[in-house]
């Protein structure tokens, strides 16, 4: 079965500090990993997306990697601001193009304090 | 310019009743899917819809009947709702299938007592 594991599930981190969250997947062959962000009481909104030939995107203060070798993929967060504080989820599209086959992680809860 | 919206956005009913969820988008988006969000299991997919008239079952069907005979309206039914559906709902749309990016509604959250 395809899983999706992120890592930590939560964090808290004073404001203008870095961090970086972790996500690990099973899924392969794999067409694409994006990383939304989820504010409380919110649908999630797409961050970044990344094919499988692709390392590195970024997206503001948002950068995202992926070693296609290893199954890893991160998300650093660069100077980070209270607006920061939401649920981050990796999401892996399988190269099949099923939607059935789309696969969650559970997310890692940010919290960024003052 | 609305994108994906959902209604109600809280609802509270008791054990064995019908709920129906509804889903609306402008975009045109083919697809469309139901998801449900639980503390420890992230979103899973419910159903979801190719086009007008297809729907399929996604991880999690059991106890929800969905149906599209409009590309802008998804709505899910519960037929008799139970406390282990309790949950917060969400539905998404996407210009085409898993590789494309999903634009999320706001989400219903659902108490079934």
């Known amino acids: 079965k395809n899983q999706v594991e992120q890592s930590p599930q939560s964090l808290i981190i004073l404001e203008g500090k870095n961090c970086t969250l972790q996500c690990n997947y099973t899924v392969s062959p794999f067409s694409n990993l994006r990383w939304y962000k989820q504010d409380t009481g919110r649908g999630p909104v797409s961050l970044t997306i990344m094919t499988f030939s692709e390392n590195t995107k970024s997206n503001g203060r948002y950068t995202a990697t992926l070693d296609a070798d290893t199954k890893q993929s991160s998300l650093h967060i660069t100077a980070s601001q209270l607006s920061d504080s939401a649920s981050y989820i990796c999401v892996v599209s399988p190269f099949s193009g099923s939607a059935r086959q789309l696969t969650f992680g559970s997310g890692t809860q940010l919290t960024v304090l003052p | ?113």
């Open chain 2, 1 to 113: 310019d609305a994108g994906i919206t959902q209604s109600p956005r809280y609802k509270i009913t008791e054990t064995g009743r019908q709920v129906t969820l509804m889903c609306h988008q402008t975009w045109s988006h083919s697809y469309m899917f139901w998801y449900r969000q639980d503390l420890g299991h992230g979103l899973r997919l419910i159903y979801y819809s190719a086009a007008a008239d297809i729907t399929d079952k996604g991880e999690v069907p059991d106890g929800y009947v969905v149906s599209r005979s409009k590309t802008e309206n998804f709505p899910l039914t519960l037929e008799s709702a139970t406390r282990s559906q309790t949950s917060v709902y969400f539905c998404a749309s996407s210009l085409a299938g898993a590789y494309n990016e999903q634009f999320f509604g706001p989400g219903t959250r659902l108490t079934v007592l």
